[in-house]
């Protein structure tokens, strides 16, 4: 049989490219975080709790593609550290709602001026016509994924 990787690269795609971007940026993030006792990851669950753009686990599970178990377990370990805080829902008692802390919207100003410098770098020389090409050919696979049924987790 012959080796060539690039054969594989259209059944499998981004079959390295997208997963090796994706795990550099949160090693280097998770890294810069880490003297605040935070993960890239935890960063980015207090970052849309405060932004509103998801308030429950399941939620969260949805908007970031990830298990709710893998969730579950970033919100306890946020919990914890007394950064974020469940109450439950009024009109679904079934669900909790998750909110910012204050000393969990202290840390997350504090991510928040550690994470702009590095994606700064990560930026740097792609302009802002490139970024949105990026951003269209990912809506459409992600759409083009859609169609293709629902997400199962």
């Known amino acids: 049989m012959e080796k060539d990787?690039?054969?594989?690269?259209?059944?499998?795609?981004?079959?390295?490219?997208l997963p090796k971007a994706v795990a550099?940026?949160?090693?280097?993030?998770?890294?810069?975080?880490a003297p605040i006792g935070l993960t890239a990851r935890q960063g980015l669950i207090l970052l849309s709790c405060d932004l509103e753009e998801a308030n429950t686990s399941a939620e969260l599970a949805a908007?970031?593609?990830?298990?709710?178990?893998?969730?579950t377990r970033l919100v306890d370990r946020l919990?914890?550290?007394?950064?974020?805080?469940?109450?439950?829902?009024?009109?679904?008692?079934?669900k909790a709602i998750?909110?910012?802390t204050p000393r969990g919207k202290a840390v997350l100003q504090r991510?928040?001026?550690?994470?702009?410098?590095?994606a700064r770098t990560t930026w740097k020389g792609v302009?802002?016509?490139?970024?949105?090409?990026?951003?269209?050919?990912?809506?459409?696979?992600?759409?083009?994924?859609?169609?293709?049924?629902p997400e199962e987790k």
Do not use: C, H, W
């Open 79 to 94: 919990e914890k550290k007394r950064l974020i805080e469940r109450t439950r829902s009024r009109s679904d008692r079934r």
């Open 63 to 71: 908007l970031y593609g990830l298990e709710a178990s893998s969730i």
């Open 111 to 118: 991510a928040v001026k550690i994470a702009g410098p590095i």
């Open 127 to 149: 302009t802002e016509e490139e970024r949105k090409t990026l951003a269209a050919i990912v809506t459409k696979v992600l759409n083009n994924l859609k169609q293709m049924g």
């Open 5 to 17: 990787p690039a054969r594989y690269d259209a059944p499998f795609i981004a079959r390295l490219l």
């Open 98 to 100: 998750l909110a910012l």
């Open 24 to 33: 550099r940026v949160f090693e280097v993030q998770d890294r810069a975080l």
